[in-house]
């Protein structure tokens, strides 16, 4: 486990008297933004448990979602091991980009993968997907865009949520049942798919249900 803050004097300002602050989700595990924090928004931060910061341009203090309403609630502030930079875990109520995206970092640079690819392609699956879809799904729920599936079970509500996933794993059963390996293999995702979305409507994130999983396993 990451250590805590346990005094501000723990922490290394610049010589501005500031420190990088990479805020992250703490359900789906991505990036929101990056911005400077002070002794003063860090403390504040911390009293508060909501995102305080430091405007270099404006030279004051702003407090995240003051008035959009898109606050994050902290849950965990972590330090690296060098002290000089934060990242601090939250729960966020909408957008954290003032763009109105999920992230602020939705754009992104094309590298070129292909050999990475094809280098793993006989190797076991990494489970990089499951990351990206909870992050999808995050995403989704905060920006809804329109034609989306994410999106239709999201506005649609609990309800439906909950009826796909009573359906999803009636199919898991019944693929199960007929000893059908590809079309377990498709329900099973469905569900799984399902399940997240379901998670996230929640407000439960993966690493609970592992920390469960985890306390069980070391009975």
Not at 13 to 28: K, N
Request: glycine share 6%; with cysteine.
């Amino acid at each position: 486990m990451a250590n805590q803050i346990t005094s501000i004097e723990d922490i290394t300002f610049d010589e501005q008297g500031l420190v990088p602050a990479i805020v992250q989700d703490r359900q789906s595990k991505a990036v929101l933004m990056m911005a400077y924090m002070n002794r003063t928004s860090l403390q504040k931060t911390i009293e508060t448990k909501q995102t305080w910061f430091y405007s270099r341009s404006r030279q004051s203090l702003w407090h995240k979602g003051e008035t959009s309403g898109h606050t994050q609630q902290v849950h965990e502030i972590r330090y690296d091991c060098d002290g000089d930079t934060l990242l601090v875990m939250v729960d966020p109520a909408g957008p954290a980009c003032h763009e109105g995206t999920f992230s602020c970092f939705a754009r992104t640079i094309d590298v070129d993968t292909s050999a990475e690819q094809n280098a793993g392609t006989d190797s076991l699956y990494d489970y990089t997907i499951l990351s990206e879809l909870i992050q999808t799904i995050a995403q989704r729920e905060v920006e809804r865009p329109e034609g989306a599936y994410t999106t239709y079970l999201f506005d649609k509500g609990v309800d439906k949520i909950l009826k796909k996933v009573g359906e999803e794993a009636s199919e898991v059963i019944i693929a199960a049942k007929n000893r059908d390996p590809e079309e377990l293999r498709n329900e099973s995702a469905d569900l799984l798919y399902h399940l997240i979305v379901l998670w996230k409507e929640q407000n439960l994130g993966l690493d609970q249900v592992l920390e469960i999983l985890e306390q069980r396993h070391r009975k």
